[in-house]
């Protein structure tokens, strides 16, 4: 396979590729705080930064770090050609600016940065020999691995994780298109000849038992199937012709394109709609075809898969999904928010400790200074954030719970005017029509898995003797019949 | 092998079929539909002159009626229908599933009942959707009143160690019929399955006279007579008498046919000795 034409997945990416991603990230984070902690020290007056000064460092530090690492930090690790090739120009400039900085100011350079009433004393001659020495491992990395790190111009490339699991599973050998593709199979027609494809089909033949097509949905008789293979009469592509080879359930005029996967009864692409496979590794498509029948899942599970019957604390977990997924991130923040208030009590009370330890001299101020401190940060700021956390709390989780339950009045209402059905011929019109892929998107109210219980299993076993003994006698009767009724082969194809 | 170049399309889903074999069936590359080979006969294998209606899961021979047994097996969950020829090593391969009875479902088939069905669930449906926006109107504007004009006097308060939280009562009761109404929405939606249809009519009944009685046990414990303007009153009223009158009459129905197939139902396990 040509590599252009090889279809690539997050999961090929290089293992470095993702620490380059994560240190670019961590670089803009650093500049984003930087960009703030220049902004407030220009705001209360630093004599460090004089005359506004402040600000035009901010803008720098924001302009010329921050955003481009972030950016090219989320793109990077994406197996993007042009977020390589920039990271590659940004980290030649950063090594070219800090190799500069070292040159004129020396490995020991250090600066004095204050915090409120402390300085931090930071050694950026050793930054800049980090920096030089990260971003030299950067491009040697990305240039070296080029092939691995840059897909082929014009290469397919899976980043979704999802897409790409079931793609690794050889479920997703090919993109599609939400155009009609002309004759060849292959190339997309423009939007005024999609236009024209989409206004001279037609749906029906006078012509016998027909094959809805499965580009453009024109409808082409039977009868011009040629080696198993049929031209359609509007777009030109040629189809296969499958092997089920009975006229649909529900429209006799058309042959049916495949088996509802749950009941196994045959039917036309207007009649199927199209769900997301099981996991499991003996169903080799990426697709299960279903009836609508079977997508409403009314019968017993002996015959469906599919049903309306949520449990109770299902419909409420719809609704309250938001309730409880907001609930998590709660959970996780406040045990963050302890963690992290460990550390805020933890460095005020060193403070603290070094405040005593420093004696005389202004012991008064001190001692004020540092019961100030304890109140602002031991307890003030604590109290604020559990405040702030408890009202966002009181707001937003019960508006969530409401709009979760919104949701699923417009999902129920769906439901009863049965339009939550879409059949794939529907689906592929309207994505060309719309010009955009449709999302396989499954009702919430209909979920599609439910466990194994057959009656058939319950019964006892001299029961279940019985009743197949019984089973095997009437189809042998049935089969009977459709012999004796069965028509002729020619039936379905005219006088061919 | 087929030298042709053209572009086979899926006419299931459009994705390329890779041609495998001329005369065996092959599959698309994307959903796995089976497709006929260029040169292959469209007739079941052991049967020539006899047009083939499925396809072995397994060897991916023709078959006609004669020639297939239909399994239902269990893929992750999900209980899918597949079709195995008589070959042994067929037999065999798909053993993991089980046969389908065919017989159960035709005795319980209940196609019969699929007009009525549509319209009990439209009218159920219906209803409790405009339960649940009844609902939802009724606490957004209980709360305005608490919250935002002087009415919220004309409500009780309750206290609590106390402690009096203002608008406490409506907050607390407007819950509790907003949880009522999706309950209610849940049970009207379970009428269309076959099986439920019986006990959902019963449970859509009980569950909208519980919703009558807490609903005007509401409207008198806020003291919603003495309002103004009359006018929240009577289109809420409105909302929910047409609402809960459609609950009824649906789950009514529900009851009626629900209470035929559970007949039939009976009959047919007792006619395949599934009743012990």
Redesign the interface.
């Known amino acids: 396979m040509p590599e252009e034409n090889k279809v690539y997945t997050i999961f090929d990416r290089p293992k470095g590729l993702r620490f380059i991603g994560l240190l670019q990230m961590a670089f803009g984070a650093v500049g984003l705080l930087a960009t703030i902690g220049l902004i407030v020290a220009s705001i209360v007056g630093s004599p460090e930064l004089p005359g506004g000064i402040g600000f035009v460092y901010a803008a720098l530090v924001f302009v010329g770090v921050a955003i481009p690492c972030l950016i090219i930090g989320n793109f990077v690790d994406d197996l993007r050609r042009n977020a390589v090739i920039a990271q590659i120009i940004y980290s030649l400039a950063a090594m070219g600016l800090a190799g500069l900085f070292l040159f004129l100011r020396g490995l020991q350079y250090i600066w004095t940065v204050p915090l409120f009433q402390i300085e931090l004393v930071i050694a950026i001659g050793n930054l800049s020999a980090f920096i030089v020495a990260t971003q030299a491992f950067v491009i040697l990395y990305l240039i070296l691995t080029w092939d691995s790190a840059v897909p082929p111009a014009g290469a397919k490339v899976i980043r979704d994780r999802g897409e790409a699991r079931r793609y690794e599973q050889d479920l997703?050998?090919?993109p599609?298109t939400p155009a009609v593709?002309s004759s060849?199979?292959?190339t997309e027609l423009s939007d005024d000849e999609s236009k024209h494809v989409l206004e001279i089909r037609k749906e029906y033949t006078v012509e016998g038992m027909a094959?809805?097509c499965?580009?453009c949905g024109g409808a082409t008789p039977l009868t011009k199937v040629e080696?198993?293979?049929?031209k359609c009469d509007y777009c030109g592509?040629?189809?296969?012709?499958?092997?089920?080879?009975?006229p649909c359930e529900n429209h006799p005029e058309y042959l049916a394109?495949?088996?509802?996967?749950?009941?196994?009864n045959?039917f036309c692409?207007k009649c199927?709609t199209?769900q997301e496979?099981?996991?499991?590794e003996?169903?080799?498509?990426?697709?299960?075809?279903m009836c609508r029948k079977c997508f409403?899942?009314?019968?017993?599970?002996?015959?469906?898969?599919t049903?309306?019957?949520?449990p109770?604390d299902k419909?409420?977990s719809t609704?309250g999904s938001r309730f409880s997924s907001v609930g998590r991130i709660y959970g996780r923040f406040l045990g963050a928010y302890g963690s992290v208030m460990k550390h805020l009590w933890r460095v005020p009370l060193e403070l603290l400790a070094s405040l005593g330890k420093s004696g005389g001299g202004s012991g008064g101020d001190n001692c004020v200074g540092a019961l100030i401190m304890i109140v602002i940060i031991i307890i003030a700021i604590p109290i604020l954030a559990g405040i702030l956390l408890l009202v966002g709390a009181i707001i937003i989780i019960p508006f969530l719970f409401?709009a979760g339950?919104?949701a699923?009045?417009f999902e129920?209402?769906k439901?009863?005017r049965k339009t939550d059905f879409q059949s794939?011929d529907t689906v592929?019109i309207q994505s060309i029509v719309e010009k955009k892929k449709q999302k396989q998107k499954q009702s919430k109210?209909r979920p599609?898995?439910?466990?194994?219980e057959?009656?058939?299993?319950r019964?006892?076993s001299e029961?279940r003797r019985?009743?197949m003994e019984?089973?095997r006698r009437?189809?042998e009767e049935r089969?009977k019949r459709?012999?004796e009724d069965?028509r002729?082969?020619q039936t379905?194809w005219g006088e061919r | 092998m087929t030298t042709e170049v053209?572009?086979?399309?899926?006419?299931?889903?459009?994705?390329?079929?890779l041609i495998e074999s001329d005369d065996k069936?092959?599959?698309?590359?994307?959903?796995?539909?089976?497709?006929?080979?260029?040169?292959?006969s469209?007739?079941c294998v052991n049967h020539p002159?006899?047009?083939?209606?499925?396809?072995c899961n397994v060897c991916g021979d023709?078959l006609c009626?004669?020639c297939f047994e239909?399994r239902?097996?269990?893929?992750?969950?999900?209980?899918?229908?597949?079709?195995n020829c008589s070959k042994p090593s067929c037999v065999s391969e798909s053993e993991w599933a089980?046969s389908?009875?065919?017989?159960?479902?035709r005795l319980?088939n209940?196609d019969w009942a699929d007009r009525a069905?549509n319209i009990i669930?439209?009218i159920t449906?219906?209803g409790?959707?405009i339960m649940?926006?009844f609902e939802?109107f009724f606490i957004l504007g209980m709360l305005y009143m608490q919250y935002f004009t002087s009415l919220g006097s004309l409500f009780p308060q309750w206290t609590i160690a106390g402690i009096t939280i203002p608008g406490l009562p409506v907050i607390a009761l407007m819950i509790m019929g907003?949880?009522l109404g999706?309950?209610l929405?849940?049970t009207s939606?379970?009428v269309?399955?076959?099986?439920?249809q019986f006990t959902s009519g019963l449970l859509l009944l009980f569950l909208v006279v519980i919703e009558s009685a807490f609903l005007l046990w509401r409207g008198l414990y806020f003291n919603l007579r003495q309002l103004p303007d009359p006018t929240f009153l009577l289109v809420l009223l409105t909302a929910f008498i047409i609402g809960a009158f459609l609950i009824l009459v649906g789950s009514l129905g529900a009851v009626y046919i629900g209470n035929k197939k559970r007949i039939q139902m009976n009959r047919a396990?007792d006619k395949?000795?599934?009743s012990?």
């Open positions: 997703v050998p090919l599609f593709l060849d199979g292959v094959v809805l499965s580009n080696r198993n293979r049929l592509v040629t189809l296969g012709v499958s092997s089920v080879f009975v394109a495949t088996t509802c996967a749950v009941c196994g045959h692409r199927l199209a496979p099981p996991v499991d003996r169903w080799a498509g990426s697709t299960i075809f409403e899942g009314r019968y017993r599970p002996a015959v469906t898969t049903s309306f019957v949520v109770i419909l409420f609704a409401y339950l919104i699923v009045t129920a209402i439901v009863i794939i592929r109210m599609v898995t439910r466990s194994w057959s009656d058939y299993e019964i006892p029961a019985r009743q019984e089973h009437s189809e089969r459709i012999y069965r002729p082969a379905f | 053209d572009v086979i399309s899926c006419p299931v889903c459009g994705g390329k079929v069936v092959s599959h698309c590359g994307y959903c796995a539909s089976p497709v006929l080979g260029p040169d292959q469209r007739m002159g006899i047009l083939a209606k499925e396809v023709l009626e004669d239909k239902v097996g269990d893929y992750g969950g999900k209980l899918l229908t597949i079709v089980k389908l009875n065919e017989e159960y479902q319980a209940m069905d669930l439209r449906g219906g409790a959707v649940m926006i939802l907003n949880l999706a309950l929405l849940q939606l379970q269309f399955v076959h099986d439920r396990k395949l000795g599934l012990g």
